[in-house]
């Protein structure tokens, strides 16, 4: 069986893909995306400078050390061969040095240097030594990379030389003054990030609140030059749009306006036709222009918003007497739950909302509930959610993105009896989205349509 656009439900856009891998783990917004950018960017720039001036350090301490301690070394020796053997002890203390001291007698340990920087080492310190004859050399792991020289004295005895490489020491001030550096380019990024996204985030809050009222708040005109300019860009075009809506209205009411006539002369006309198939032929053209042209005003004012104020009501009453009208009517509607406390809306708007989800469902449908639900949010209150659902056929997957639209309706129900003006669920959106409601239709598994309508049930909606 076709169905009409104003009966059936459609999705929202579709759900964005749940981020994976490395999008996971970014924050989502954009200043802090930017701040962490720049702030590990200035982290690893550091890393590397501080790897860079060490190992420019590293190497001129190599340098040096290879230019003297070998020459230390063999001068040291060579006081210990001129000393008697029985004084030699007492010079071992003063001889010492941080990077290498000397052991007499015994011989030396480990295994031959393997390393190009312990074999250059090695290298050094035993052509200084010459002509000491050099009996070994070995690298041992404790100290690392630490050598042991076992060198021959003129007299026949032996001492082992053991000496070590040592790195140029970093003082520990200098770690201090890179974290605070680190920190204070962290602190500069992100008040300069905020100072480029904070216009950002004021321009998306103005363009949020610019609802179908068309009544949102003007930017500060402030600020550096371009931000003064998308200021003013935002402002005008609000006007704009205002405008260009309100003439749109204008224009609807002035056809609406016009019509009225014209439609009644008609009516009064085919009254006095003979009674026959051309006269109720005549009558269902007039009755659906009339129908035609109210909800088109009708659609065009919910673009500006309901001017209802909102009030405190009992949902539960509204909901049996909408129900009870039906019945009246000779129409099965079922309800389904209770909200059981009072709640801050738009009656009139919500009445409408309603009556157009329902009238739609009963065109296609031949069990239609309104099924009620609260649900409880620590953060944001109770959460009403009212949910229109029949056993109609449905609508193609493929349409869903369109039935929202105005005028729009589902090829093979353009017919007098279900086609509707493709206005109905139009105008439940627009004044779902005036009283900050959401309203998302979809097609059910078991078959048929269900339009769901979410709001709050404590928080009031914003006022015009």
């Known amino acids: 069986m076709p169905t009409s656009a104003d009966s059936l439900p459609a999705d929202i856009a579709p759900a964005s893909p749940a981020p994976t891998g490395l999008r996971r783990l970014l924050p989502r917004s954009l200043f802090s995306r930017v ?14 400078t501080f790897i860079a001036i060490g190992y420019e350090r590293g190497i001129a301490m190599r340098e040096l050390m290879m230019i003297g301690i070998e020459r230390d070394i063999a001068s040291s020796v060579a006081i210990l061969d001129r000393l008697p053997a029985a004084e030699r002890e007492d010079w071992l ?8 001291h000397f052991v007499l ?25 010459r002509p000491f004859e050099i009996v070994k050399v070995g690298q041992v792991s404790n100290p690392p990379q630490g050598l042991q020289i076992q060198v021959r004295l003129s007299d026949g005895s032996s001492v082992v030389v053991h000496a070590r490489r040592v790195d140029m020491p970093v003082s520990s ?4 003054l890179l974290w605070v550096q680190l920190l204070v380019l962290a602190v500069c990024a992100w008040y300069a990030v905020r100072l480029v996204t904070r216009p950002l985030a004021q321009l998306a809050d103005a363009a949020d609140d610019l609802g179908p009222d068309l009544k949102g708040r003007q930017l500060a005109e402030e600020g550096p030059t371009e931000v003064q300019h998308a200021a003013r860009a935002f402002n005008a075009m609000q006007k704009r749009i205002a405008g260009y809506m309100a003439e749109r209205v204008e224009i609807l009411a002035a056809i609406s306006h016009d019509l009225q006539t014209p439609i009644t002369r008609m009516r009064l006309r085919t009254d006095l036709m003979d009674d026959g198939h051309d006269r109720d032929k005549f009558r269902q053209d007039l009755d659906a222009m009339h129908t035609l042209v109210r909800e088109g005003v009708t659609y065009a004012r919910t673009l500006h918003g309901a001017t209802e104020p909102p009030r405190r009501i009992d949902a539960d009453a509204l909901f049996e007497s909408m129900v009870a009208d039906y019945e009246d009517a000779g129409q099965q509607v079922l309800l389904e739950g209770r909200v059981g406390e009072p709640m801050v809306t738009r009656p ?10 329902i009238d739609n469902a009963l065109k296609f449908g031949t069990e239609v509930r309104l099924q009620v639900q609260v649900q409880v949010q620590a953060d944001a209150g109770h959460r009403l959610t009212l949910a229109v659902v029949d056993n109609g056929p449905g609508i193609p ?3 869903l993105e369109n039935v929202l639209k105005p005028f729009y309706r589902v090829e093979g129900s353009r017919n007098r009896n279900t086609g509707g003006t493709g206005l109905g ?3 439940a959106q627009q004044l779902a989205t005036a009283m900050g409601a959401e309203l998302t239709l979809r097609n059910r598994d078991g078959g048929g349509l269900e339009a769901r309508l979410t709001m709050n049930t404590r928080d009031a909606p914003h006022e015009d």
């Open 35 to 48: 701040t962490l950018i720049i702030v590990v960017g200035l982290a690893i720039a550091q890393l590397l």
């Open 105 to 129: 007698g015994g011989s030396a340990e480990g295994i031959p240097p393997d390393t190009p920087l312990s074999q250059q080492f090695a290298k050094a310190i035993t052509d200084a030594m």
């Open 425 to 427: 669920l139009a105008i």
């Open 93 to 100: 203390a003063r001889l010492e040095r941080r990077n290498y």
């Open 397 to 399: 997957p493929d349409q």
């Open 173 to 176: 001030w200098v770690m201090w």
């Open 348 to 357: 009139n708007a919500l009445r409408r909302i309603l009556t157009n989800l």
